[in-house]
């Protein structure tokens, strides 16, 4: 298994060894710690604080994989995800450029917004990027997150232009991005990343509050419902016009 000289360590929240959500095929996903989002309806928001989780080596944590490296090889591969993975840039360069010399698939799950520190050679090991749009219009996904959104649309643009294949995926919640005007939005935006080929709807869930409560912490969310199958069919249903070209499931 060959990894960087120095075997850099990083903070590993958790292992998946059979993640079938996390990009094609089934895939062992690495949960890597600290997050510079602070999105309202963050399901993990203990994946916020830096420092968080195992402190371990490349080497540990390719080890895990290593294993089931044969069934990953079969159309899955390594997700790395978090978190936000780009946080721990050198753990996470080093996990992908370790899964590429097992011959596994690797796809980078991120917010987008922090590629502007890396150079391009950083994307070399990543195949695919499953980028979370969280919100189409600049103010309200200010209000959202705390972050800007330019630099997430810029990431897409810069990895297309790498070659690597995206898939987006954006959160329908309720009164915040279920709007026929906010799908229309949306559709727009997608239509200017050339590599997309899939893009996941998924509907707000709140089975994460409890951890908000559990961290001390008041959840924005509380009282938001999931979005009904009519609201989501009719999200899907624009960006399908939209997109002929990719999958929206």
């Not at 936000?84 to 899964?99: R, S, V, Y």
């Not at 908000?212 to 624009?238: H, N, Y």
């Amino acid at each position: 298994m060959k990894v960087r000289q120095d075997d850099p360590r990083g903070f590993v929240l958790s292992h998946e060894s059979a993640g079938a959500l996390d990009g094609p095929g089934l895939r062992h996903v690495v949960f890597l710690s600290g997050c510079q989002m602070r999105c309202q309806y963050c399901h993990n928001p203990e994946s916020w604080r830096a420092g968080h989780g195992a402190w371990v080596k490349v080497s540990e944590a390719l080890a895990k994989v290593a294993g089931l490296a044969h069934f990953y090889r079969n159309g899955g591969g390594l997700t790395l995800s978090g978190g936000e993975p780009l946080m721990q840039a050198e753990f996470c360069h080093a996990l992908a450029q370790g899964a590429k010399a097992m011959g596994l698939h690797v796809a980078l799950d991120t917010n987008g917004e922090l590629h502007e520190n890396l150079p391009d050679s950083f994307f070399d090991p990543v195949d695919m990027l499953l980028l979370d749009i969280k919100h189409s219009d600049a103010a309200a996904h200010k209000e959202l997150t705390g972050r800007d959104l330019a630099p997430v649309l810029d990431c897409a643009k810069r990895l297309s232009g790498l070659g690597k294949e995206i898939w987006v995926r954006h959160v329908v919640i309720p009164n915040k991005t279920d709007s026929h005007d906010h799908f229309e939005r949306l559709a727009g935006i997608l239509q200017q990343i050339p590599a997309l080929s899939r893009v996941d709807l998924l509907p707000f869930h709140a089975m994460g509050s409890f951890k908000w409560e559990t961290l001390g912490l008041k959840d924005p969310m509380a009282d938001v419902e999931a979005p009904g199958e009519e609201i989501m069919e009719a999200g899907r249903a624009i960006l399908r016009q939209a997109l002929p070209c990719a999958l929206v499931v």
